[in-house]
């Protein structure tokens, strides 16, 4: 139930996240000035958290969809295997969170 919950919550947060993200492109067509401005924001410790909370939530999103697309399959659908794939999903979101941002910052 509450991984349920957290698939529609991180929804919710993807549509948020999206704003964000046609603001930046937006901000980009408009002029350098507002593009600078719009990054001086993301770039910030609260702009970083929330991209680093959007992240998580876009992968966290993945995983429950491949999770839901497994059991429509009819696969994993006992209780203490349904419970270990969802253990899963949360394990691999932040754990490729953390890689994404860690290759995204060496990179860079």
Aim: net charge positive; aromatic share 12%.
């Amino acid at each position: 139930m509450a991984m349920s919950t957290m698939q529609r919550l991180t929804g919710i947060a993807l549509y948020a996240g999206t704003v964000l993200l046609a603001a930046w492109l937006l901000s980009a067509a408009i002029s350098e000035e507002c593009f600078n401005f719009v990054n001086m924001i993301y770039g910030s410790i609260i702009g970083r958290i929330i991209l680093f909370c959007y992240t998580w939530a876009l992968l966290h999103h993945m995983a429950g969809g491949i999770r839901h697309f497994i059991w429509d399959m009819g696969a994993a659908m006992e209780k203490h295997t349904a419970s270990k794939i969802a253990w899963a999903t949360l394990i691999f979101s932040l754990v490729a969170t953390v890689l994404v941002w860690v290759i995204g910052y060496s990179v860079r």
